[in-house]
């Protein structure tokens, strides 16, 4: 059936049946924008129970930002992908009520394996963390998985 | 005050305080214990919000368990400390229903930064993601914060 | 006297600077290209001494190649910078007689700190590595260093 | 034949084996002691032409040192494994003529990958860098490569 989809319905339909479990997206009330194969976007505000006493955001908390858009980037393609490893760096706090953005963009997509780069942002556009992900191929599919 | 309290001593203490306010934790259901000034143990036990259509642990979950060790191994000295970056790579799923542990010790400590490496486990003892955190300390103190 | 020059002249001449001492350069007969501030091109040939008896290049003179890629797009603004951290990701084995490029850009430049992605290339265009530098500012000139 | 050897006995041999084709560590003058499965020890001195104009060793040949140790390392089974990644943090500078020392040791060891820890100690054991390896098995051996 997937095939005959073009590449970006494929990739809205991969993103639609994996938002469907992700309480991870759900809890952090994640918006997810899937915008074409291995590239996502994913936005996030930075609520109270996510900042230390000083207001500055937890890093776990970004993490899971650029982890969520990796994971939709990667996962466009109804080829099931995982996470191998990922790293990130922290460049400028984020506080209490901005909203984040975190923009994923294929490296590099092998038959077995993918890098991604996720950029996350603050309002005014500032850089917040650079994140780089790896992904395995476990040749499951998304759509149909059996 | 912390002068007239041993190592060990100021290490719990600064655990305490952090705890207080450690929303990641409590959400999760964190147990931690710092053992030691730079060595802390935290678990955590995998429940369903966590895991995928097929049981397993999404890696973000398994990070925040891995930073929060990080992050309770690294303010032990009264000397508070954030992350500046880390990196994980996933060696074995975590299943649905399994407690993982995350052990963190202090591989490096300098006057301001530090690096540490945690190894997250499963029930059986067999490893689950291996974690490294760089910390940048901030000139402040945790338990009287001014 | 840094100030009558443009930007571009600026990085070329840091560049140009840093080639009379750069002995890793010269040993592994690299060739440098700053194209613009930020952004750097290097070239090197897989030698037979770069090589394993299957006539695959080790990965240390592709991490090599990268960091030199690195270091000229970090010190292209007449502020010294020195590598804090580096991480490489091996996406396809270079063999014996490819001429391999790699091009640094900037991720981000901050005050006392950038982030820069390197990506390596065979003669064909493919994948090789993908590399990602940290670098710190020392707080001294290239040009006139004192 | 290697049936025979005990563990310490075949990751000698791995390593003796190793060195006859490593150019790198001859032309670099390094030291290598492999110590027994899965533990390797590398020497090597900071000559001039690994030094900037301030005497301070390129980050290169610090990465060059600790990735020998991981190779020596990983490969002590007589099952040949490449570098599939690596990420280094640069802890203090190395000076010129300091003799530096890289320990390997595993972190994990499973079926097809694994991952080393790598300190970096100057003269008097100071820490010069930290370095993580991720290895993947090739299905070769390394005694009789068929």
């Known amino acids: 059936m997937s095939k005959n989809l073009t590449g970006l319905e494929l990739a809205r339909a991969c993103a639609e049946k ?16 899937v915008i074409e194969p291995g590239v996502a976007e994913v936005r ?51 506080r209490l009520g901005e909203e984040l953005i975190a923009v994923a963009r294929e490296a590099h997509r092998g038959r077995r394996m993918g890098v991604y780069e996720i950029e996350v942002r603050g309002p005014d556009g500032h850089l917040v963390a650079l994140f780089r992900g790896r992904s395995a191929h476990i040749g499951r599919q998304i759509l149909d998985p059996k």
Chains 1, 2, 3, 4 share one sequence.
């Open 18 to 33: 994996m938002l469907e479990d992700d309480d991870a997206a759900k809890f952090l009330d994640m918006s997810v924008d």
């Open 44 to 94: 996030m505000s930075v609520t109270p129970h996510m900042v230390n006493g000083y207001g500055v955001c937890h890093g776990g908390y970004i993490f899971l930002l650029a982890d969520s858009a990796f994971a939709y980037a990667c996962n466009g393609y109804d080829d099931m992908s995982v996470a191998a490893g990922a790293s990130i760096d922290y460049i400028a706090p984020a």
